[in-house]
């Protein structure tokens, strides 16, 4: 059995002792997850899901009148229906963490309200309660809204096949969460630079379940692995198995270091963008700097030294770990000696 999300192989064993049999077929379709010890955790949908599948519902109920579930195509490439409330160009849908229990964003409300509108296409706006940045970013303008470039395109991709759909050549949405602003004082938004609501993302369109169960399984791979590259994000999945195809990746998030204690296979490889991993390699790698993410400091003058340093002082303390930092288009940015 594949999970068509990581594309991991479910050992044998793990599906024998499947604690919950009837949901093997939510696992093969990606919308859970199962773990080494049987347990089957939902995944849930991320915030560019949610707004794709209110954007839609509202520009659908333009002409249904109303609509209770929409089809939305993931960034991961599967298509998932999401429950929803649209009457008459108004549309609400709740986010479903699914089993990640810490996730404060859950149950959070994203309006939609679409109107047909003289010129020709799509346009999309967003309102209250999503965040924007509050200054320049390496990647991001001052008032710049905090959607992610795969939220984006989800969101965009469902106004159109709702405009398809209802036959509409062109037509206005604007998107808001209504508790936003609230809710992004319990993110890490403020320290990032983000602010007045939540930010919008998804890389896959799915929330993992990180949680101890999940934690579990994901270290019972790493014992049982020969030849091991950790990572820590989706984009770092992608170009480790890119750069390492004779290896198993493995994307362990902010648990490099349980993973590093439990690695079988000897000589193995951190791999992904800069930002967990830095901060995992030194905590305080921000203090003094006046920056606001590994990123940023990266950006400044002194970042590649900075780079240069850390990658130093983690081979003194890890000799047989290599760590290979790539940025957001998988080129190579430094690498261990």
């Known amino acids: 059995m594949r999970d068509p999300v990581t594309e991991f192989e479910y050992p044998d064993e793990w ?34 899901t949610t707004a794709a599948a209110a954007c839609k519902a509202a520009i659908l109920s ?17 298509a998932v229906r999401l429950p929803v409330d649209a009457y008459r160009g108004q ?16 149950g959070l409300e994203f309006v939609a309200t679409a109107a047909p509108s003289l010129n020709e296409g799509g346009r999309f706006v967003p309102g209250e309660g999503i965040g924007s940045f509050a200054r320049d970013t390496p990647r991001h303008r001052q008032g710049t809204a905090a959607i992610s470039e795969p939220a984006l395109e989800c969101i965009r ?24 602003a609230e809710v992004a004082q319990k993110t890490l938004n403020p320290k990032v630079g983000v602010h007045g609501g939540i930010s919008v993302l998804g890389t896959t369109g799915l929330v993992e379940p990180w949680d101890d169960h999940v934690t579990e399984g994901v270290l019972d791979r790493v014992t049982r692995s020969d030849a091991v590259v950790l990572t820590t994000g ?17 994307l362990v998030g902010n648990h490099l270091a349980e993973a590093l204690e439990v690695v079988a296979g000897g000589d193995p490889i951190i791999c992904g963008l800069p930002g967990l991993i830095l901060r995992f390699m030194n905590p305080h790698i921000l ?22 340093r850390e990658l130093e002082a983690f081979r003194s303390r890890y000799p047989n ?16 000696p």
Do not use: H, N
Request: charged share 25%; aromatic share 4%; net charge negative.
């Open 287 to 308: 203090d003094g700097t006046g920056c606001a993410t590994v990123e940023e400091l990266l950006a400044t003058s002194g970042g590649r030294e900075v780079l240069r």
């Open 91 to 106: 549309a609400s849908c709740w986010k479903d963490a699914g089993d990640y229990t810490s996730d404060v964003t859950g």
């Open 62 to 78: 333009l002409a249904l009148d109303t609509v209770k579930e929409v089809e939305v195509g993931l960034p991961c490439g599967i």
């Open 321 to 336: 770990v290599r760590v290979v930092i790539v940025d957001r288009s998988g080129r190579v940015i430094g690498e261990s």
């Open 157 to 180: 991709r469902s106004i159109d096949e709702a405009m398809e759909e209802t036959g509409l050549s062109g037509v206005t949405v604007i998107l808001t969460v209504p508790r936003g």
């Open 234 to 250: 989706r984009l770092g999945l992608r170009y480790s198995r890119l750069l390492f195809p004779e290896r198993e990746a493995i």
């Open 15 to 48: 599906v024998a002792a499947c604690r919950s049999p009837e949901l093997l077929d939510d696992v093969q379709r990606g919308l859970a997850v199962l773990t080494a010890s049987g347990l089957v955790l939902r995944r849930g949908f991320s915030t560019g």
